[in-house]
Nanobody, 124 residues
Framework: QVHLVESGGGLVQAGGSLRLSCAASGRTFSIYFTGWFRQAPGKEREIVAAINWSADSTYYGDSVKGRFTISRDNAKNTVHLQMNSLKPEDTAVYYC?????????????????WGQGTQVTVSS
């Protein structure tokens, strides 16, 4: 019901920065929360950050708190993830997703529409 496209991934050295973008189109229902998740090989998909439509509610995973910032521009129908002070353990495929619920959830099963992902690789 919603088409999401991530961009901005790439290769960066430890301590560097990247800004990921998620562009949405084809919405047929109201937006509640947009989340960023990541998944490294052999590991479970985990929450990175989430933000609601009005941007008055945000969440950050413990491992990224203080380093990453989620924001949105509703006029452009985009959500961004600014990633600073990147570490090798941040290496993963990063996905954006739209939630099924009107309350904040940190679990992937609460998000219905997913992008294809963008690879972030942080070298040491």
């Amino acid at each position: 019901q919603v088409h999401l496209v991530e961009s901005g991934g790439g290769l960066v050295q430890a301590g560097g920065s990247l800004r990921l973008s998620c562009a949405a189109s084809g919405r047929t229902f109201s937006i509640y929360f947009t989340g960023w998740f990541r998944q490294a090989p052999g590991k479970e998909r985990e929450i990175v950050a989430a933000i609601n439509w009005s941007a008055d509610s945000t969440y950050y995973g413990d491992s990224v708190k203080g380093r990453f910032t989620i924001s949105r521009d509703n006029a452009k129908n985009t959500v961004h993830l600014q990633m600073n002070s990147l570490k090798p353990e941040d290496t993963a495929v990063y996905y954006c997703a739209e939630s099924r619920t009107n309350y904040l959830s940190t679990t992937p099963r609460s998000y219905a529409d997913w992008g294809q992902g963008t690879q972030v690789t942080v070298s040491s």
